[in-house]
């Protein structure tokens, strides 16, 4: 698990990741919705592809790359009994909010005062 972990904690490759979930890019797209220059790139696709977060494939004269689940379903199976965790908290913390929401008193919202050209009238006063 460690290794995984490793290569996510890089914020680029976490952003190469993030635009790979929406669909397959090549490098120049990357590079481009990134600004990354192309080696630093290749460089953290190299990395991902070897460890299986990516796979490329040949597109006329380009690479596509795609995200591949594995690795990631990995980080996930390791992430569930956090998320479980979590869950009872935010769970509880929902009720303590409704139950707050429940006992206190709505306040009154102040009048406003009319502004504009019946603000006269409104006084009591004609024109």
């Known amino acids: 698990m460690e290794p995984v972990f490793e290569i996510i904690a890089e ?4 952003a190469i990741l993030s635009l790979l979930v ?3 890019q090549s490098v120049g797209e990357i590079e481009r ?3 990354m220059p192309q080696p630093s790139v290749s460089k953290h696709l190299r990395v991902l592809r070897e460890a299986g ?7 006329a004269q380009r690479r596509l ?18 998320r479980r965790f ?3 908290h935010v769970d509880a913390l929902e009720r303590h909010l409704d139950h707050m929401a429940q006992s ?9 005062r009319r502004r504009g050209p019946n603000r006269e009238r409104d006084k009591g006063e004609t024109k």
Do not use: G, H, I, M
Not at 104 to 112: F, L, M
């Open 11 to 14: 914020p680029n490759r976490r």
């Open 22 to 24: 929406s669909s397959q």
């Open 33 to 35: 919705q990134l600004r």
């Open 53 to 59: 977060f990516v796979e490329s494939t040949v597109d």
């Open 65 to 82: 790359y795609r995200l591949t689940p594995e690795p990631l379903q990995e980080v996930d199976a390791w992430l569930a009994p956090f």
């Open 86 to 88: 979590w869950s009872a």
């Open 104 to 112: 206190t008193p709505t306040k009154k919202q102040p009048r406003r």
